[in-house]
């Protein structure tokens, strides 16, 4: 079967007939490819959202005969990212046979237990709650799907209706229910009921579709989809303008991110009164067109419709009523004004658990916002990590274009409170949070580091990346930093063009680190340079040059940081990379040794000041780190290597010998200096951590 791009304006057509044809018949293989391709386009489903599966003949290793196994997204999984070890294979009758000891709604959660007996694949992830879905429908490939367009018609108030007007008697029709088996015996209900239909809609849900090969399903999920978009893209024209028109004038997009940057941090540390959180904005066209409308008061308290929508933002956000154009600029004041609407959304969010919890609900979970709306400059959202918080903003983003359709189709309709309560706080739910893997000892952190562009300071964002933070890394080179940069995967670093002797620049990169993950707890002041002369050779402009580098620089670094830190609240943790140099006296060394001391000494002064804050100031220094360290490339390596009567070539080895323990100093051993301060001396406060194999005329005591 071939088809035209061209037909679809509304989804991507992303099959490669080729790379289908590397696959084979190996129909697993070819499942996994549609799912992929599937998962690649945010309007057919979100991440983490909808699910695929196959069914194939295999050899039954009991008795060698062929019995037919269901293969299907695991619990937890990802169509877009899914692979062979994501995946669960089931006996499809022994599934099917659960009709027999099914007992009713109230014994759903006993049937997911079940599933496990019905495992082929040892190897299986476990099954997830839509395996019954899948399972009770004869067809060989199936997709259930999270699209817009889809949710839209489900969520409109004449839901069934419309699916009529649309698909006429191709489609089925089933009302909302919470996933599990009875939902899949209604799916098949529907199907005996109307033989010969290409899918079924599920209201306030999604959609199912199915075809007798991977392609077919594929092809008839996207016209499925393609016609409703049609038919909303028509309504909406119709209509001549969505929400009610605009409300609220949008700011300049500069001045969005000017004050969006601004408040990140208040906000973040709101969000935080539980467990700290990272965060995510954004001011897309789709999301400004509906923040600003006149329907905001009226459709964003009324929650999101899909499951998966609510499960990741909450059952609705929070509205700020702060004008647009509102000075931000003291934080006393704005908290003032946000604090309030924190406790009211906090207070709501604790009446509606008290209001629909049952006697074996787990307890009320984190009651702060996910999603924060600020008419006139955009959408805030806040979860544990950058993922799971920049996810959250596309399924919200995912929720508008539902009320759009719906809107325009009709009316858009939510799930009764208690309908969301019994997904949002559902024991199988509450079972897989409880799987996650344990977070790692600096998630939910955020970390600025100057001089990451390479050496000690790419080292150190490395480490406290490894350990779970968040990144934003700072230098003057931007090759360097786009180079560092492609190492990390998505949602953990960012990058800024930095130069630490300029106040403005350093401004930059916190409205980035702000801006970027929603404020900053780790600052670590890498950059630096260092010039080797003895006092006569020695200049005014190596002088000036290193006191700007390492001091000035660091002293506006960290008061800009302490600045953000003060608005978040959640204390943090500042880092000066100094040297042995400004401890021990030695020649050639007046201009940088002394730069180094004045960076030591700045860290115990700011200890004193900032430890009634949490704010945790210590230094570690480094000492003969050659391999890997940028200043080892210039004229420094030179000047140490004459001060010292031998040559370039011979200093790695000079500097192993010199020191107690005869070892080789590496930028990744300054980076565990730096993690110790950070991940695990949390109280410590106004030290130094010597990094240089043990030098005993460079101990601090």
Request: glycine residues 10%; negative net charge.
């Given at each position: 079967m071939s088809i035209d791009i061209k037909e679809f304006k509304h989804v991507n057509y992303l099959w490669d007939e080729e790379r289908a044809l590397e696959l084979g018949d190996d129909q697993v293989a070819l499942f996994l490819y549609r799912s992929n391709i599937l998962g690649a386009d945010l309007r057919i489903t979100n991440y983490g959202g909808g699910n695929t599966s196959c069914k194939t003949i295999e050899k039954d290793p009991l008795n060698g005969g062929d019995v037919e196994v269901m293969w299907i997204k695991g619990s937890g999984g990802d169509i877009g990212t899914l692979d062979r070890s994501g995946i669960a294979g089931l006996y499809t009758e022994r599934l099917r046979n659960l009709k027999h000891v099914y007992r009713g709604l109230h014994d759903e959660d006993r049937m997911v237990g079940l599933f496990n007996h019905c495992i082929y694949d040892l190897d299986s992830r476990a099954p997830s709650i839509d395996t019954p879905l899948h399972g009770l429908l004869p067809f060989k490939h199936i997709d259930h799907l999270h699209p817009d367009a889809l949710i839209a018609v489900a969520a409109a108030k004449d839901s069934e209706r419309v699916t009529k007007e649309i698909w006429g008697d191709t489609m089925g029709w089933v009302p909302w229910q919470r996933p599990g088996f009875d939902?899949?015996?209604?799916?098949?209900?529907?199907?005996?009921?109307?033989?010969?239909?290409?899918?079924?809609?599920?209201?306030?849900?999604?959609?199912?579709?199915?075809?007798?090969?991977?392609?077919?399903?594929?092809?008839?999920?996207?016209?499925?989809?393609?016609?409703?978009?049609?038919?909303?893209?028509?309504?909406?024209?119709?209509?001549?303008?969505?929400?009610?028109?605009?409300?609220?004038?949008?700011?300049?997009?500069?001045?969005?991110?000017?004050?969006?940057?601004?408040?990140?941090?208040?906000?973040?540390?709101?969000c935080s009164s539980e467990k700290r959180m990272i965060g995510h904005f954004t001011d897309a066209d789709v999301v400004m067109e509906y923040i600003n409308s006149n329907d905001l008061q009226r459709l964003a308290p009324m929650g999101t419709s899909c499951p998966d929508h609510f499960l990741r933002t909450k059952i609705q956000p929070l509205v700020l009523t702060l004008d647009p154009k509102e000075d931000v600029s003291d934080p006393e004041e704005v908290l003032k004004k946000l604090e309030p609407a924190f406790e009211q959304y906090r207070k709501e969010y604790k009446e509606y658990y008290e209001n629909c919890k049952h006697d074996n609900s787990p307890a009320m979970r984190d009651p702060n916002p996910v999603i924060i709306i600020y008419p006139g400059v955009g959408m805030f959202s806040f979860s544990k990590d950058k993922q799971t918080t920049r996810v959250a903003s596309e399924f919200y983003v995912n929720a508008i274009n539902v009320m759009r359709g719906a809107e325009a189709i009709s009316a858009y309709t939510s799930l009764p409170r208690q309908e969301a309560f019994d997904i949002e706080y559902w024991l199988l739910e509450e079972a897989k949070l409880q799987r996650m893997p344990k977070e790692k000892p600096l998630s939910r952190k955020i970390a600025l580091v100057t001089g990451a562009g390479g050496g000690i300071g790419k080292a150190i964002a490395d480490k406290l990346a490894e350990q779970g933070a968040n990144v934003v890394l700072a230098d003057i080179a931007e090759d360097r930093l786009k180079e560092a940069i492609g190492?990390?995967?998505?949602?953990?670093?960012?990058?800024?063009?930095?130069?630490?002797?300029?106040?403005?620049?350093?401004?930059?990169?916190?409205?980035?680190?702000?801006?970027?993950?929603?404020?900053?707890?780790?600052?670590?002041?890498?950059?630096?340079?260092?010039?080797?002369?003895?006092?006569?050779?020695?200049?005014?402009?190596?002088?000036?040059?290193?006191?700007?580098?390492?001091?000035?620089?660091?002293?506006?670094?960290?008061?800009?940081?302490?600045?953000?830190?003060?608005?978040?609240?959640?204390?943090?943790?500042?880092?000066?990379?100094?040297?042995?140099?400004?401890?021990?006296?030695?020649?050639?060394?007046?201009?940088?040794?002394?730069?180094?001391?004045?960076?030591?000494?700045?860290?115990?002064?700011?200890?004193?000041?900032?430890?009634?804050?949490?704010?945790?100031?210590?230094?570690?220094?480094?000492?003969?780190?050659?391999?890997?360290?940028?200043?080892?490339?210039?004229?420094w390596a030179e000047g140490r290597a004459k001060a010292y009567g031998i040559k370039v070539e011979e200093l790695p080895a000079h500097y192993a010998k010199r020191n107690l323990m005869n070892k080789i100093i590496y930028p990744g051993d300054i980076a565990n200096g730096v993690f110790a301060l950070v991940g695990i001396l949390d109280k410590s406060t106004g030290s130094i951590i010597n990094v240089d194999g043990g030098m005993a005329n460079a101990f601090v005591r």
């Amino acid at each position: 079967m071939s088809i035209d791009i061209k037909e679809f304006k509304h989804v991507n057509y992303l099959w490669d007939e080729e790379r289908a044809l590397e696959l084979g018949d190996d129909q697993v293989a070819l499942f996994l490819y549609r799912s992929n391709i599937l998962g690649a386009d945010l309007r057919i489903t979100n991440y983490g959202g909808g699910n695929t599966s196959c069914k194939t003949i295999e050899k039954d290793p009991l008795n060698g005969g062929d019995v037919e196994v269901m293969w299907i997204k695991g619990s937890g999984g990802d169509i877009g990212t899914l692979d062979r070890s994501g995946i669960a294979g089931l006996y499809t009758e022994r599934l099917r046979n659960l009709k027999h000891v099914y007992r009713g709604l109230h014994d759903e959660d006993r049937m997911v237990g079940l599933f496990n007996h019905c495992i082929y694949d040892l190897d299986s992830r476990a099954p997830s709650i839509d395996t019954p879905l899948h399972g009770l429908l004869p067809f060989k490939h199936i997709d259930h799907l999270h699209p817009d367009a889809l949710i839209a018609v489900a969520a409109a108030k004449d839901s069934e209706r419309v699916t009529k007007e649309i698909w006429g008697d191709t489609m089925g029709w089933v009302p909302w229910q919470r996933p599990g088996f009875d939902l899949g015996l209604q799916l098949e209900k529907c199907l005996n009921d109307n033989p010969g239909i290409r899918g079924i809609v599920l209201g306030s849900h999604g959609l199912f579709t199915w075809g007798d090969t991977s392609h077919e399903c594929y092809i008839n999920s996207l016209e499925v989809i393609e016609k409703a978009s049609d038919y909303i893209e028509k309504k909406i024209k119709g209509k001549g303008s969505v929400f009610g028109g605009a409300k609220v004038k949008s700011l300049p997009s500069e001045g969005r991110k000017e004050k969006a940057a601004r408040l990140m941090p208040l906000l973040r540390g709101l969000c935080s009164s539980e467990k700290r959180m990272i965060g995510h904005f954004t001011d897309a066209d789709v999301v400004m067109e509906y923040i600003n409308s006149n329907d905001l008061q009226r459709l964003a308290p009324m929650g999101t419709s899909c499951p998966d929508h609510f499960l990741r933002t909450k059952i609705q956000p929070l509205v700020l009523t702060l004008d647009p154009k509102e000075d931000v600029s003291d934080p006393e004041e704005v908290l003032k004004k946000l604090e309030p609407a924190f406790e009211q959304y906090r207070k709501e969010y604790k009446e509606y658990y008290e209001n629909c919890k049952h006697d074996n609900s787990p307890a009320m979970r984190d009651p702060n916002p996910v999603i924060i709306i600020y008419p006139g400059v955009g959408m805030f959202s806040f979860s544990k990590d950058k993922q799971t918080t920049r996810v959250a903003s596309e399924f919200y983003v995912n929720a508008i274009n539902v009320m759009r359709g719906a809107e325009a189709i009709s009316a858009y309709t939510s799930l009764p409170r208690q309908e969301a309560f019994d997904i949002e706080y559902w024991l199988l739910e509450e079972a897989k949070l409880q799987r996650m893997p344990k977070e790692k000892p600096l998630s939910r952190k955020i970390a600025l580091v100057t001089g990451a562009g390479g050496g000690i300071g790419k080292a150190i964002a490395d480490k406290l990346a490894e350990q779970g933070a968040n990144v934003v890394l700072a230098d003057i080179a931007e090759d360097r930093l786009k180079e560092a940069i492609g190492t990390y995967k998505r949602d953990v670093a960012g990058y800024v063009v930095c130069d630490v002797t300029d106040k403005k620049s350093i401004q930059e990169a916190f409205k980035t680190a702000c801006l970027e993950f929603g404020g900053v707890d780790i600052i670590i002041h890498s950059a630096g340079l260092a010039i080797s002369k003895p006092l006569e050779e020695t200049t005014s402009e190596d002088w000036d040059l290193l006191q700007n580098v390492l001091v000035k620089g660091q002293f506006e670094l960290f008061k800009q940081g302490v600045e953000v830190m003060d608005k978040q609240d959640l204390g943090g943790d500042i880092i000066s990379i100094a040297s042995k140099n400004g401890l021990v006296s030695g020649p050639n060394n007046v201009a940088y040794g002394t730069a180094k001391a004045a960076q030591q000494h700045m860290v115990r002064l700011l200890a004193a000041e900032l430890g009634p804050k949490d704010i945790r100031v210590n230094t570690v220094n480094p000492d003969g780190v050659i391999v890997g360290s940028k200043i080892w490339e210039g004229e420094w390596a030179e000047g140490r290597a004459k001060a010292y009567g031998i040559k370039v070539e011979e200093l790695p080895a000079h500097y192993a010998k010199r020191n107690l323990m005869n070892k080789i100093i590496y930028p990744g051993d300054i980076a565990n200096g730096v993690f110790a301060l950070v991940g695990i001396l949390d109280k410590s406060t106004g030290s130094i951590i010597n990094v240089d194999g043990g030098m005993a005329n460079a101990f601090v005591r």
